[in-house]
């Protein structure tokens, strides 16, 4: 369902010429990244459709391999013919999940350091997300983007309000990612 993307050159190809999309070079890491949807994204049986979905934050190294892989580009039911109620899959099993008010964060590493990073990389706001960051969470993301997963969090918190005022700062994990196949991997528990 998505593209193997090992390096740079994996996506290039399929953004060319569409203005729609860029790549940010923040010198220790390159952004692929959209600044407008009216005309990035087309229907599912564009070959490179799948790439350009891909391209919603997606960072890689400095040598063009792929550094983490955050949530690609979906759209809510009813958005696209893909997601009309018909054409959803209703008879395969779903995670429902709450859907919280703040900003999608996912960890890279940066000059051998783990680091927090929003769509555009290490921001102001990712910079608030990481005085959430233990040392048992620095070790744990080391180890998942080593073994090439990119866990992704929402950063909730008085100071990053969106709409909904929060008491507190949470990072709440809310996915994770193969990073080269772009595979999402769910952990189920109970309460």
Not at 45 to 63: A, H, L, M, N
Not at 97 to 105: A, E, L, T, Y
Request: contains cysteine; aromatic residues 12%; glycine residues 8%.
């Amino acid at each position: 369902m998505f593209p193997i993307i090992t390096h740079i050159n994996d996506v290039l190809p399929h953004i060319e010429g569409c203005e729609s999309f860029f790549v940010s070079d923040k010198g220790d890491y390159k952004v692929i990244n959209y600044n407008s949807m009216i005309d990035a994204f087309g229907p599912m049986d564009d070959e490179g459709e799948s790439y350009r979905r891909e391209c919603r934050g997606i960072k890689f190294y400095p040598d063009g391999y792929i550094m983490a892989r955050p949530f690609h580009k979906f759209f809510n039911v009813g958005e696209r013919p893909e997601t009309s109620l018909d054409a959803l899959p209703w008879d395969r099993p779903h995670l429902v999940m709450n859907k919280w008010d703040g900003s999608m964060i996912h960890a890279g590493i940066v000059k051998d350091q783990v680091r927090f990073m929003t769509k555009m990389g290490v921001t102001a706001v990712a910079e608030k997300a990481e005085t959430l960051l233990t040392p048992d969470l620095v070790q744990f993301l080391r180890y998942e983007l080593m073994m090439g997963r990119t866990h992704i969090f929402e950063f909730i918190s008085p100071a990053n309000r969106i709409v909904v005022e929060y008491d507190r700062p949470r990072l709440v994990w809310i996915g994770c990612r193969i990073t080269e196949t772009g595979k999402y991997l769910h952990i189920v528990t109970g309460k």
